[in-house]
């Protein structure tokens, strides 16, 4: 499997990648403070993000050579450690623009040759190779495993133990992969070949800095089988009603779901109705936790946790009101980038 073929195809941004879905992760309690940090529920995470066997090119490569088999000598490589940029490591050269496309603009190629002073002249379209093993916890046995990577720039191909597992397009989205059917006993090894550019990066154009690279976190993740695919959850502030709308694993379907909030609970799909709540707005951004909890016969299953809030919005006359205040919004671009 060559990275190439998709790399100029605007009809594929991800090949094998699971479905978006709100952000939460299983854990195995069922309560949590109001102060815990939701991602630091990691109770079925394992993070990736150290010691990764690295090699950079300041183009794409012809074909993989094997670098994706678990037996590949890759003892010559750098050594790094996730997020990074790999122009921050001294791989690459940053490069800042505006409007003007980093490479010549010829929709959907990236490939086209760049003018002599250009730094896609020198460095068409840097791409790097990484590789890790890892051994899985031992209570994983049983459940079902993802690879999730909260950002890489731009167009990423994942190969687990030798096996092509997926691919995607889309920098700052969340991709995520089923290696389930791919991970081994005892050790296994992931491989990733990513490059700067591909036809994705002409919707990624915007005055900022070009970087390229895994730049969010990179974990595994295991679910049972039976597990909450996704969830929204909704806070209506006119009678103070929390509910919920869930997707389930297809082994999820003799599955009940529970909804607990403020030391209530019921059963979806019922709702709870909070007697008093506070309002949220920027200046006191008042959150409530929210758990989902899936049950069979045999206990309980899954348990995710969110936070939502009260508020009202509303254009009345051309006027924004918030909660019944009008305000005015004033906005600026943010980047994830750091000054220094």
């Known amino acids: 499997m060559n990275i190439r073929q998709f790399l100029e195809d605007p009809t594929v941004f991800g090949v094998n990648k699971l479905a978006?879905?709100?952000?939460?992760?299983?854990s195995s309690r069922i309560e949590i403070g109001d102060d815990d940090f939701l991602y630091d529920v990691a109770d079925w995470r394992l993070c990736l993000n150290d010691a990764w066997h690295f090699r950079w090119f300041p183009d794409v490569p012809p074909a993989p050579d094997g670098f994706e088999q678990p037996s590949f000598d890759d003892s010559g490589w750098n050594t790094i450690d996730l997020p990074a940029n790999w122009e921050c490591l001294g791989f690459g050269t940053p490069l800042y623009s505006n409007y003007t496309y980093p490479f010549p603009s010829d929709?959907?190629?990236i490939s086209t040759p760049a003018p002599a002073d250009w730094t896609t002249a020198r460095e068409p379209n840097p791409t790097a190779r990484l590789r890790r093993r890892l051994i899985l916890p031992e209570n994983w046995a049983g459940r079902l495993v993802r690879l999730a990577f909260g950002g890489a720039q731009t167009a990423l191909m994942v190969w687990c133990n030798g096996a092509f597992v997926g691919y995607s397009e889309d920098?700052?989205?969340v991709a995520e992969f089923d290696l389930t059917d791919k991970l081994q006993p005892g050790e296994n090894t992931i491989a990733l070949e990513i490059c700067k550019y591909s036809?994705?990066?002409y919707l990624e154009d915007q005055d900022f800095w070009r970087l390229s690279g895994i730049f969010r976190d990179v974990f595994l993740y295991a679910v049972d089988p039976k597990h909450l695919v996704d969830a929204a959850i909704h806070a209506d502030a006119l009678t103070g009603t929390i509910s919920a709308e869930v997707e389930l694993s297809p082994a999820a379907q003799d599955c009940t779901v529970e909804l607990h909030c403020r030391g209530r609970v019921a059963t979806l799909p019922h709702a709870i109705i909070l007697d008093a709540f506070?309002?949220?707005n920027a200046e006191t951004p008042f959150l409530y936790t929210v758990s989902l909890v899936l049950r069979d016969a045999d206990g309980i299953r899954d348990i995710r946790h969110f936070r939502t809030g009260f508020r009202t919005e509303a254009i009345r006359d051309g006027v924004f009101y918030l909660n019944d205040v009008p305000i005015k919004l004033r906005g600026v671009n943010r980047h994830e980038h750091d000054p220094q």
């Open 278 to 280: 506070q309002l949220w």
């Open 107 to 109: 929709p959907p190629r």
């Open 20 to 26: 978006p879905r709100t952000a939460s992760w299983p």
């Open 171 to 173: 920098s700052m989205g």
């Open 199 to 201: 036809s994705a990066s």
